[in-house]
């Protein structure tokens, strides 16, 4: 999602994040357990108009479901909080320490497995946060699956709020398609290089960049990017040192991310929001992106330190 001013707020779509604890895909057609955990989902559009009918829905729903005294399921998670005594890892040190990783795998794969929660906005009604799990998967012969999963794993069992009728179960499946074979031989559906300097010119033509990627830009590539493929361990690295020679990316410490995962963070700051990169500290690999409010938008309801989006991408 492109950083830009103050009108990109009223398109934001509807996405989701992921849960806590990490564990093996979901099978196509598979319904998910509400004990188990979430993927990220593709951004949904919200007919804005129904927004607060869909938030007394939920509420109604959540206190039908968990009873008067416990608050409805509508997600809103919390900002990603850095370990106050951990020491910051610069990206030069985790570049270093990726390549040092490579050993052949694991290897490149297309498709996703990625949980998400993302705010949608408008001028008439509250902000409301939709957590979705998707699981995209490709086949020999150019095929490929996509479930999107409506879950919260914070509150397993409650409702989950969705545009598509109002308050659900959670681990009700909101999307599940096959897509017929296709080919194409530019990014990102064409395989990300794994040398930083290819890498860096495969994102920009995968965002349809004129110029070199800003480094909000170079970050939404990143989304992009993810959403497509899991990395392997070569690509892991070509970014981690892409990112290591991007401007403005700075150290900021460990945290543990929303899958249960210790993780090194590295924030940016700027048009608004701060944007955290979290990755792995052996690997480089990416884990997640966290996307919050540095200042308050009344006008939709938005406070400063709020979530604007969340994505946890995990094998």
């Known amino acids: 999602m492109a950083v830009g001013e103050r009108g990109w707020l009223a398109r934001l779509p509807v996405r989701g994040c992921r849960g806590r604890l990490a564990r093996s895909?979901?099978?196509?057609?598979?319904?998910?357990?509400?004990?188990?955990?979430?993927v990220r989902g593709r951004p949904a559009k919200v007919a804005w108009g129904l927004v607060a009918v869909l938030v007394v829905?939920?509420?109604?729903?959540?206190?039908?479901?968990?009873g008067p005294g416990t608050p409805p399921a509508v997600a809103a998670p919390r900002p990603l909080v850095v370990q106050a005594d951990s020491t910051p890892v610069s990206l030069q040190v985790l570049a270093d320490r990726a390549q040092a990783a490579v050993d052949g795998s694991p290897s490149l794969r297309k498709?996703?497995?990625?949980?998400?929660?993302?705010?949608?906005?408008?001028?008439?009604?509250?902000p409301i946060t939709l957590p979705e799990e998707r699981v995209v998967r490709w086949r020999a012969d150019?095929?490929?699956?996509?479930l999107v999963v409506a879950t919260d794993p914070r509150h397993p069992g409650r409702p989950v709020l969705t545009d598509a009728g109002g308050a659900v179960a959670d681990g009700h499946v909101i999307t599940r398609r096959t897509y017929?074979?296709?080919?194409?031989?530019?990014?990102?559906?064409?395989?990300?290089?794994?040398?930083?300097?290819?890498?860096?010119?495969?994102?920009?033509?995968?965002a349809h960049l004129r110029a070199a990627p800003t480094t909000p830009e170079l970050l939404d590539a990143v989304e992009l990017l993810l959403d497509h493929w899991t990395l392997g361990a070569r690509e892991s690295a070509a970014l981690a040192r892409l990112l290591a020679d991007t401007e403005g990316l700075r150290p900021a410490g460990q945290v543990t991310d929303r899958l249960g995962r210790r993780g090194q963070a590295y924030v940016y700051e700027g048009h608004g929001l701060r944007r955290m990169l979290v990755m792995d500290p052996?690997?480089?690999?990416?884990?997640?992106?966290?996307?919050?409010?540095a200042r308050a938008e009344p006008v939709y309801g938005v406070k400063a330190g709020d979530v604007m989006s969340y994505s946890a991408w995990m094998r």
């Open 25 to 38: 895909p979901l099978a196509v057609g598979e319904r998910r357990p509400s004990a188990l955990l979430p």
């Open 57 to 66: 829905a939920c509420v109604t729903l959540g206190l039908v479901l968990s």
């Open 111 to 126: 498709g996703t497995h990625v949980q998400s929660w993302s705010m949608g906005m408008s001028e008439d009604a509250p």
């Open 142 to 146: 150019g095929s490929h699956t996509e």
């Open 180 to 206: 017929p074979p296709s080919w194409s031989d530019a990014p990102p559906e064409s395989p990300p290089p794994h040398d930083a300097a290819r890498l860096r010119a495969y994102l920009r033509e995968a």
């Open 282 to 293: 052996v690997t480089g690999a990416v884990l997640g992106l966290e996307s919050v409010f």
